[in-house]
């Protein structure tokens, strides 16, 4: 007598998908919101540039972090993906963090005024007359 096997498209008996509850999903949707809300709000307010940069990088990865965790199911998910997520979080911060403490060296030569660019330090000089 043959039996037969019937597939389902359910994954929960070997434990790979996971369901978030709609709760979860519009508190965290509300979150991403209210977060959006308080980065518009923080550029009308001038902490400097460097802090303005930092309030705004902060926010962002505090979104970037909400969506991966809860739509993204990451919170629900192994460790080692975690540890992979933030390891990836923190080498974005330190290139990021690199790269702000040597913009001050080239400020010189960026062109804030376009009507009036500061000379080249090498190459040819442009006509005058």
């Given at each position: 007598m043959a039996t037969q096997h019937i597939e389902s498209d359910h994954h929960d008996e070997h434990g790979i998908s996971h369901v978030a509850s709609v709760k979860v999903l519009l508190g965290t949707?509300?979150?991403l919101m209210l977060?959006?809300?308080v980065t518009v709000l923080a550029t009308r307010v001038d902490f400097g540039s460097s802090i303005n940069l930092a309030v705004a990088m902060?926010?962002?990865v505090i979104k970037a972090t909400l969506v991966v965790l809860f739509f993204m199911h990451l919170k629900y998910d192994k460790v080692f993906h975690s540890v992979?997520?933030?390891s990836a979080i923190l080498?974005?911060?330190l290139f990021v963090g690199y790269t702000l403490m040597d913009t001050g060296q080239y400020q010189p030569t960026n062109i804030w005024n376009p009507d009036s660019p500061p000379?080249?330090?090498i190459?040819?000089?442009p006509p005058t007359g």
């Open positions: 949707g509300g979150s977060l959006t809300i902060l926010i962002a992979v997520f933030i080498a974005a911060a000379p080249a330090p190459g040819p000089r």
